[in-house]
């Protein structure tokens, strides 16, 4: 069963303007806190930090940043928010690939600043980078929960590959064992995978990314490692 948060975000993500939030549906949403579909940032002080949060969302369900909200779910609004939506469209422009669709609002408080409104659509075409002139090498992250994360090798294939036609896979003998392991156990990580069938690594990713995309399994990001389950 949804929450009123996911019903209200859904209600949210229209093609229109007038599907904006108003402040009484922002503190609604606030009061719940941080969420898959949620970031809270006080202030844009390292936009390229910030952007990062953008970017999950397009990899991930979509979602709403707010820029003026506390991680405790203070609404104290944006004392320039003139200045931090201008630090981010550049952060977008200079490190964001391939560009992701996403609409920028803002939200009046009764103290007399705004609430700065990122809403990110889920995109079609994932997955999407960030990258830093400091990093030469561009990161994915998806969103999990609350958090950001950086996207594995396999979570990559995945969303580049998710739309896909045409997807078929061998059902042998190292196929046969994760079905059985996966309806005792609740889930299994590809290192154990490989070990468990005596595969090499790259043989497990492999399996693994075409049983997901044939909607087999499913995949949950992790920190360190990803974890795997039946659907």
């Known amino acids: 069963m949804r929450t009123g948060n996911e019903i209200l975000l859904d209600q949210a993500t229209g093609d229109e303007e007038e599907m904006q939030l108003d402040l009484r549906n922002l503190k609604h949403l606030v009061r719940h806190g941080?969420?898959?579909?949620?970031?809270?940032?006080?202030?844009?002080?390292?936009?390229?930090?910030?952007?990062?949060?953008?970017?999950?969302?397009?990899?991930?369900?979509?979602?709403?940043?707010?820029?003026?909200?506390?991680?405790?779910?203070?609404?104290?609004?944006?004392?320039?928010?003139?200045?931090?939506?201008?630090?981010?469209?550049?952060?977008?422009?200079?490190?964001?690939?391939?560009?992701?669709?996403?609409?920028?609002?803002?939200?009046?408080?009764?103290?007399?600043?705004?609430?700065?409104?990122?809403?990110?659509?889920?995109?079609?075409?994932?997955?999407?980078?960030?990258?830093?002139?400091?990093?030469?090498?561009?990161?994915?992250?998806?969103?999990?929960?609350?958090?950001?994360?950086k996207a594995s090798k396999e979570m990559k294939q995945i969303l580049r590959r998710q739309n896909e036609e045409g997807l078929s896979f061998a059902y042998g003998d190292a196929e046969r064992w994760l079905m059985e392991y996966l309806r005792a156990n609740e889930q299994i990580t590809l290192s154990d995978f490989a070990l468990k069938c005596s595969l090499p690594a790259w043989l497990a990713s492999r399996k693994l990314v075409l049983l997901v995309l044939s909607r087999v399994l499913k995949i949950e990001p992790g920190e360190n490692q990803d974890y795997y389950s039946l659907r």
């Open 34 to 149: 941080e969420g898959q579909r949620l970031e809270f940032k006080m202030k844009v002080k390292f936009p390229e930090k910030i952007i990062k949060e953008l970017v999950a969302f397009a990899n991930s369900d979509g979602g709403h940043l707010f820029v003026g909200v506390s991680d405790d779910g203070q609404i104290e609004g944006s004392k320039f928010v003139d200045e931090d939506e201008f630090l981010l469209e550049k952060a977008i422009s200079q490190y964001c690939f391939p560009a992701f669709t996403y609409h920028v609002y803002r939200i009046a408080l009764e103290n007399g600043r705004s609430v700065l409104v990122y809403r990110v659509f889920e995109s079609i075409d994932k997955p999407h980078f960030v990258q830093l002139e400091t990093d030469p090498n561009p990161v994915c992250y998806v969103r999990v929960k609350d958090r950001t994360i």
